[in-house]
């Protein structure tokens, strides 16, 4: 199964959590946050603007992006998790 966002919606797989500190030592599952960052896996249209035009987008297929913690709704297509995000709640494109 496939699943394509609709107009300004992202499709975004989050990055895993940390399993280990940098000194050394083991997060527990139960403790450990979701990062707010993670991979666009697919992206819509563009937003549907007043007066029926598409805007483009400024996020693209592969970029890793920041988002809100509490931000998006969480889907499960074939066993992976992921979000779906209106662009308007992504914070910022990390780039390298």
Do not use: W
Request: aromatic content about 6%; charged content about 30%; glycine content about 10%.
């Amino acid at each position: 199964m496939t699943i394509r966002p609709l107009f300004d919606h992202l499709l975004v797989e989050r990055d895993e959590a940390p399993q280990q500190t940098k000194s050394g030592l083991f997060i527990p599952s139960t403790s450990s946050e979701k990062p707010p960052q993670g991979t666009v896996k697919a992206v819509g249209r563009g937003q549907l603007k007043d007066n029926g035009e598409l805007r483009p987008l400024q996020v693209n297929e592969g970029d890793v992006v920041v988002f809100g913690k509490y931000d998006g709704t969480e889907i499960t297509v074939d066993g992976d998790k992921f979000l779906i995000l209106k662009e308007e709640n992504i914070l910022g494109i990390i780039e390298n």
